[in-house]
């Protein structure tokens, strides 16, 4: 009995995760009450208490919700590609821009995230939090590419925080605006070679060179993450 309660607790807090992403998405998260999570999970304000103290408690755990599938992503893509983080690279910003069309869940959040998301009211204590976790983002992004540059993928004197930068600004932007108009370019189409200008970019622009570093690894041959 105790483990079918324990089962029975997941799948309402399941429920409730995906009503919150649903309301969240159609009504902005500002407008959002836990009443009207709580209606269209199916479920009483009283059960959203008993999973999650408060809805930037929720909302927090929605945000997290977008980021996990990429983490488990970089783990597959390392067994496929091994010594390879460049190609590991590559398909997962393929599979971001992919996910964002085809993945009805992923689109929502992402949603949510660029377009339906206010840091007023209660969710202004959320703000700090998450500039906190764009700067951890910037230095997960600097370990894969300083690993490139290790293993001579990239250019040896890449400023690879210059690079981090844009490429969270890159994708983004381009996630940003496709939601915003989805007619106005094809972003499943050209997903790979949305993600090869950004390798482009990291192997031939003097801007993302260190200042007065050695300009060691400029021709390197074709790039490996390309085949």
Partial sequence: MARKTKQQALETRQQIL???VREFSERGVSATSL?????????TRGAIYWHFKNKVDLFNEVWAISESKID????????????????VLREILIYVLCATVDD????????IIFHKCEFVGELMSLQQAHKILYLESYEKIETVLKNC???KLLPADLH??????????YISGLM????????????????ANYADIYIDMLTLSP???????????ESQGPLPGKN
Avoid at 104 to 111: G, Q, T
Wanted: hydrophobic share 40%; proline share 7%; glycine share 6%.
């Fill in 149 to 151: 540059v290790d293993r």
């Fill in 18 to 20: 995906d009503a919150a």
């Fill in 104 to 111: 009805p869940r992923r689109r929502a959040l992402m949603e």
């Fill in 207 to 217: 801007h993302l060179r260190r200042e007065g570093a050695a300009p060691e690894g």
């Fill in 72 to 87: 488990d992503l970089e783990i597959e893509y390392q067994a496929k590609y091994p010594n390879n983080p460049l190609r």
């Fill in 176 to 191: 940003e605006n496709w939601l915003f108009m989805p007619e106005g370019f094809d972003l499943k189409g050209q997903a």
């Fill in 160 to 169: 690879t925080r210059r690079a981090a930068v844009v490429l969270r600004s």
């Fill in 35 to 43: 009443t009207d999570i709580a209606t269209a999970a199916g479920v």
